[in-house]
C-alpha cells in the first residue's frame, strides 16, 4: 500500500463513495439523516474489508479445502499459545496496533454526529452563490464528508509516523492444514486461507515458541497469521512446499534464544 497505512483502492473507494453520497443527500435532502447513517455504516464496513489481510491467492471453496488430503490440525492451538512466555509482549504490540486503528475511528464517529446537523444550514447559506438547491447541497455534503476524510488520514498518518509501523496478529485457536489451504475457525465459521500464498508472504519459524507465522507486509502494515502447534517444523515444511509453491522460501527463521 503507499500513502502510509491506507492504499489507493481505499482512497478510489472514500472518493467514489463521498461524491455518490453527496449526490444522494443534495436531492434527497429529506431523508439525509439516513444517508449520512448508510454512509457511516458502509465506511466502517468497507475499511474493515480492505483492511483485511488476503494471504493466499485466488479462491479454493471451504468445501474443496475439507475434503482435500490433511496434513495438520490443530483443534485447540489456544493451550500451546497460553505456554507461550513471551505471548504478552505480542500482547501489548497487538493492543498498540488496536489504538492506532481506533482512535481516527472515535474522532469520526464524534465528527459525525456533532456535526451532521449543521449541514442543510451550510446548503442553504451557499444557495444564493450557486442559484441551486440542489448543486449548493451537493456542496455542504461533500464539504462533510471530505471533512470525515481528512480526520481519518491526517490521524493516521500523525500516528504512524510516531510509530513507525503497525503489527496486526491473529492468532486462530483452531485450524487445519489442507493440501489446498488453510481453514481457520472463527466465530462464523471456518475461513480458507488459499494455497498458494501471495508473493509478498513470508514465513517465521519458532521452535522454541512452538509457531509458524505466515506474514505479510504492505507498506508500514504488517500482518502476522501465528499458527500455533505441537509440530512447528513440520508445520513449517508443508507450508514451504504447498504455500509457496514454485517460489523461493524467503522467509524469515528466528533463532531460538
Not at 500523525?158 to 486462530?172: D, E, Q
Not at 492444514?177 to 501471495?198: A, D, H, S
Amino acid at each position: 500500500m503507499s500513502m502510509v497505512q491506507y492504499g489507493w483502492k481505499q482512497a478510489l473507494l472514500s472518493q467514489v463513495s463521498i461524491i455518490v453520497f453527496s449526490l444522494a443527500a443534495a436531492f434527497f435532502r429529506h431523508y439525509y439523516g439516513y444517508i449520512i447513517l448508510l454512509f457511516f455504516i458502509v465506511y466502517f464496513v468497507a475499511m474493515a474489508k480492505l483492511n483485511k489481510s488476503k494471504a493466499g491467492k485466488g479462491k479454493v471453496p471451504v468445501e474443496e479445502m475439507q475434503a482435500s488430503k490433511k496434513f495438520i490440525e490443530e483443534k485447540n492451538a489456544r493451550d500451546i499459545m497460553m505456554e507461550d512466555k513471551e505471548l504478552s509482549k505480542d500482547m501489548a504490540e497487538q493492543m498498540n496496533a488496536m489504538k492506532i486503528m481506533m482512535i481516527p475511528s472515535l474522532i469520526v464517529m464524534v465528527y459525525f454526529f456533532l456535526l451532521w446537523k449543521y449541514v442543510p444550514t451550510i446548503g442553504d447559506y451557499l444557495t444564493p452563490y450557486v442559484n441551486s438547491h440542489p448543486i449548493a447541497y451537493f456542496l455542504a455534503f461533500l464539504l462533510y464528508f471530505e471533512g470525515s476524510f481528512a480526520i481519518t488520514w491526517g490521524s493516521r498518518i500523525y500516528m504512524l509516523r510516531k510509530t513507525g509501523h503497525i503489527v496486526s496478529y491473529n492468532m486462530p485457536t483452531s485450524y487445519r492444514v489442507t493440501e489446498k489451504g488453510i481453514l481457520v475457525g472463527g466465530l462464523l465459521g471456518q475461513q480458507p486461507i488459499p494455497f498458494p500464498l501471495e508473493d509478498d508472504v513470508e514465513l517465521n519459524l519458532n521452535e522454541k515458541r512452538k509457531f509458524v507465522e505466515i506474514i505479510q507486509t504492505k507498506d508500514r502494515n504488517i500482518i502476522k497469521i501465528r499458527l500455533y502447534t505441537k509440530q512447528p517444523r513440520r508445520l513449517y515444511d508443508i507450508l514451504v512446499r504447498y504455500g509457496l509453491k514454485g517460489r523461493k522460501p524467503g522467509d524469515k527463521k528466528q533463532e531460538e534464544k
